[in-house]
């Protein structure tokens, strides 16, 4: 006999004007109490869909619908689409407590990221809005083919703007108000010194200045030095990696591991010049060397934060530098630990965001062989 239609089901199918995503608040509900269980994503909140992003991970027990994926995914940046399709699943619970260090805080890690993502699609914007007029009259030298202009600048206090519209009293080290002695951007203006946000406005501005598509904004925030989080945001490629402590790492809102390479002799692995530091080249050229006659290749593409993200998705398996700024590794350096990689100086401290120097990354393997190979070479 035939059946009759479940009234709800009818109400919905004529009435074409709801939202594909209200539709799908709706089928939840009813999977849910049919089935007696959650088809909803654990652990997530509406922050990433706040502006504009893909939904993202929390960690391996995450579970993505595909059709609340994709009402997401179609939702433009500040509608309300996108909160309405997962409201249900709990997405706007109250954030759990973060084990950082040694040290339980309480932290809302997914508002520092969306504040992060935020921050870093704006600079983004900047690029893009200034890409190929930037005359070589209007780039300032800072040192040796070291260039600032008015993009760094404008990307960098559009961030810095965007952080302390939501956390006004926290701390900031940005590049080019570090270099230019500002101690604002130091947080030496009675700001809270625990929280510490760390950005490079731009990541590769000679690269920028050719139109070379190696360039990206790097934002982190860290906790009495510890990431917490970090975004870095490629407009040439579209691509936008980010991290939060203890969540995993992702790309585009897919999660990213780490390769696993063992043997060095397959190893492709991405390195830096220390162009800033002259002294150095003696013995980075000795490593260099021995890099190239050890490992399946070297690649130096000038964006240390994108070198480390293309460490964090398997696309390089290793990277090392010998003279690098906080600003220049803090995000990456996150997104890598996170996709399962190790970070350290070159010495093996776990530092390398305290000052300048010396980055070593890679998978578990290929970071303590890389290491062997250049470790004591040239010096």
Known sequence: ??????????????????????????????VRVRA??????????GALRRVGYPLAAAG?????????????????????????????????????????????????????????????????????????????????????????THVDREAEDRIVSRILADFPDHAILAEEASTGGNTQALGLAGRDPTWQWIIDPLDGTTNFLHRYPMYAAS???????????????SGPSGDVWWAVHGRGAFRNGNRISVSGTRHMPHALIGTGFPFKVPAHLPAYLGQLERVLR???????????????????????????????????????????????????????????????????????????ALGDMVRGVGT
């Open 294 to 368: 050890n490992t399946a290749g070297v690649r130096r593409a000038g964006s240390a934060a994108l070198d480390l993200c293309h460490v964090a998705t398997g696309w390089f398996d290793g990277f090392w530098e010998l003279s690098l700024a906080p600003w220049d590794v803090a995000a990456g350096t996150l997104i890598v630990r996170e996709a399962g990689g190790v970070v350290t100086r070159l010495d093996g401290g776990s530092d390398v965001i305290g000052a300048d120097g010396s980055v070593l990354a890679g998978n578990a393997r290929v970071h303590e």
């Open 60 to 148: 391996s027990q995450y579970r993505d619908p595909p059709e609340a994926a994709e009402a997401v995914r179609r939702a433009p940046p500040g509608s309300a689409a996108a909160p309405d399709a997962l409201d249900s699943c709990g997405f706007f619970d109250a954030p759990p407590r973060a084990s950082i260090g040694e040290t339980s805080i309480s932290v809302e890690p997914d508002r520092l990221l969306e504040v992060a993502l935020a921050a870093a699609r704006e600079a983004v914007a900047i690029h893009e809005q200034h890409l190929g007029s930037v005359p070589p009259e209007a780039w300032a030298a800072k040192g040796i083919a070291d260039f600032v």
């Open 219 to 233: 934002v982190a925030v860290a906790h009495e030095g510890d990431l917490v989080a970090g975004v870095v945001a």
């Open 36 to 45: 007696g269980r959650s088809a909803c994503p654990v652990g997530s909140t």
């Open 1 to 30: 006999r035939a059946r009759t239609k479940s009234p709800t089901f009818m109400w919905m199918s004529d009435a074409p004007r709801w939202t594909a995503a209200l539709k799908i608040s709706i089928i939840v509900r009813i």
